[in-house]
């Protein structure tokens, strides 16, 4: 099977041993991602470097690793390591470009706490640290990365934000943003609402992988397994639509209970659509009950 090294100084497994290996595509769309992130990222200078330092930091490495052992060896969940996390963050800033060229209101902005390389910014470090508290338990994982993010920030912020009061309020909106990741409690910000959706975009058949050959066979493995790709793109009447990829229409449960269930809940509902379609005409693809469905007023409708 072949291994991408992503980035020499964050090794994706670092004397952590998951039962089951990467497959290639996942470890691939982690690759696309870093690339995507790179160039996104190039033109928000406090935004690039606060990446580098988080891609670099063995704090980071650990934290991931055994999130990543917890909840695939032990709890048969997805991917919730160092591969997820350069997928969700390539996401987030894929939606904040959009979004910005849109010219949609963002918190940390409207807030007068800073411009947009720091909108970008607390998206960035919100989604690279939203799942590190995985690495002590699942359960309230989302407080418990509060705990660990926060030496890491104080790490870094001090260097890209001399002014302490701003430091702080960059700081309280990432906190916020990791918090919320799960909307339980719902995103108030719209930065903290881009973590949440692009989290909810990670469910391609790559990521579901590890705990089916674990044996986890379920409707949420079955319905992840259908996820052939997802792209965000410009949409037609909103700034970003969410496109879905499935080979069979049993990924339709995984874009609501994954994503959908998440975007309803946020501010970011009145920017972002979703379209679910399968691909594949033929042997490949189960056209038997749906072929497409797309978000219309809060519900999935049938799209053809």
Not at 48 to 66: T, V
Not at 174 to 200: K, Q, T, Y
Not at 203 to 231: C, Q, W, Y
């Amino acid at each position: 099977m072949t291994r991408i090294v992503i980035v020499p100084h964050a090794p994706l497994n670092h004397g952590m041993q998951l039962k089951a290996d990467l497959p290639d595509d996942y470890t691939e769309l982690a690759a696309r991602a870093e690339q995507k992130i790179h160039e996104l990222t190039a033109p928000y200078p406090l935004t690039s470097k606060l990446y580098e330092h988080l891609i670099a930091d063995a704090r980071l490495s650990a934290h991931w690793n055994l999130s990543n052992y917890t909840t695939v060896s032990k709890l048969s969940y997805n991917d919730h390591g160092p591969i997820h996390a350069r997928v969700v963050t390539s996401y987030a800033m894929q939606i904040m470009t959009l979004l910005m060229s849109a010219n949609v209101p963002m918190d940390v902005i409207e807030s007068g706490a800073g411009g947009p390389d720091d909108a970008f910014l607390v998206t960035l470090a919100g989604i690279m640290l939203h799942d590190i508290g995985n690495s002590v338990h699942r359960v309230t994982h989302e407080l418990v990365a509060l705990q660990l993010a926060h030496p890491v920030l104080e790490s870094y912020l001090p260097e890209l934000y001399p002014d302490v009061e701003q430091r702080q309020l960059i700081e309280d909106f990432i906190l916020s943003a990791i918090l919320c990741h799960d909307v339980n409690p719902p995103p108030l910000f719209m930065e903290a609402a881009v973590v949440a959706v692009a989290d909810g975009c990670d469910m391609t058949k790559g990521r579901a992988r590890m705990p089916f050959d674990l044996g986890k066979v379920d409707i949420h493995a079955v319905s992840a397994l259908a996820i052939e790709d997802v792209n965000i793109q410009r949409g037609d009447t909103v700034p970003v639509e969410i496109a879905v990829l499935m080979s069979n229409s049993a990924g339709i449960f995984q874009v609501e209970q994954t994503l959908i269930r998440k975007l309803l809940v946020t501010p970011l509902k009145a920017y972002v659509t979703v379209d679910a379609s399968t691909i594949n005409p033929g042997d490949t693809c189960d056209k038997r009950i749906i072929q497409s469905v797309k978000l219309r007023d809060g519900k999935l409708c049938p799209s053809y």
